[in-house]
T-cell receptor
Framework: SQQGEEDPQALSIQEGENATMNCSYK?????LQWYRQNSGRGLVHLIL?????REKHSGRLRVTLDTSKKSSSLLITASRAADTASYFC???????????FGEGTQLTVNP | NAGVTQTPKFRVLKTGQSMTLLCAQD?????MYWYRQDPGMGLRLIHY???????AKGEVPDGYNVSRLKKQNFLLGLESAAPSQTSVYFC??????????????FGEGSWLTVV
């Protein structure tokens, strides 16, 4: 089963609104990453947050990590139609060399 | 830099045929990965490599083999293709792993259909 699980599976909002996606995981991690995938394309790295960090910002992106709850959230502020994509979290387990992806959240931003 | 390049981009195979997907990276990364992505699902790790000459099994290795003879290349082979292997395959690479892992760079994907 997947280590990371995103919630919700799909999210539809209007341009200008904020979008929040959540990721839960099961085992201890070194870091957690968020990726974006446009339809028919490869994944693009958005942001990495390490296990000893609680919050990171990058432009309109804000990521939080709560290791006690084994969860992370990705907030996209002032969304744009171009933000329409699938967003995946990936967890880097504290043991082993694997990076495990969740099933993703499909975000649709309506103009 | 080209980043991560996969070939071919599209391929249709008949059941039982064999083929090899080639992945090349020009970033001098130690770690390389092969994932498959099925409709509406996340990425599942097939095999990975932590350095030249090394390979390891991921979540779904059955029916696939890999080789890492050169640091910059990671080959994924299907010995006898099955319809269940119809998928989009992504190669990726990263500088390190575990505590040293940072950004993973992905190729653009290879669409494989097995009929």
């Amino acid at each position: 089963s997947q280590q990371g699980e995103e919630d919700p599976q799909a999210l539809s909002i209007q341009e200008g609104e904020n979008a929040t996606m959540n990721c839960s995981y099961k085992t201890s991690i070194n870091n957690l990453q968020w990726y974006r995938q446009n339809s028919g394309r490869g994944l693009v790295h958005l942001i990495l947050i390490r296990s000893n960090e609680r919050e990171k910002h990058s432009g309109r992106l804000r990521v939080t990590l709560d290791t006690s709850k084994k969860s992370s959230s990705l907030l996209i502020t002032a969304s744009r139609a171009a933000d329409t994509a699938s967003y995946f979290c990936a967890t880097d387990a504290a043991s082993g060399s694997r990076l495990t992806f969740g099933e993703g959240t499909q975000l649709t931003v309506n103009p | 830099n080209a980043g991560v390049t996969q070939t071919p981009k599209f391929r249709v195979l008949k059941t039982g045929q064999s083929m090899t997907l080639l992945c090349a990276q020009d970033m001098n990364h130690e770690y390389m990965y092969w994932y498959r992505q099925d409709p509406g699902m996340g990425l599942r790790l097939i095999h990975y490599s932590v350095g030249e000459g090394t390979t390891a099994k991921g979540e779904v290795p059955d029916g696939y083999n890999v080789s890492r003879l050169k640091k910059q290349n990671f080959l994924l082979g299907l010995e006898s293709a099955a319809p269940s292997q119809t998928s989009v395959y992504f190669c990726a690479s990263s500088y390190g792993g575990g505590l040293r892992r940072n950004t993973i760079y992905f190729g653009e994907g290879s669409w494989l259909t097995v009929v």
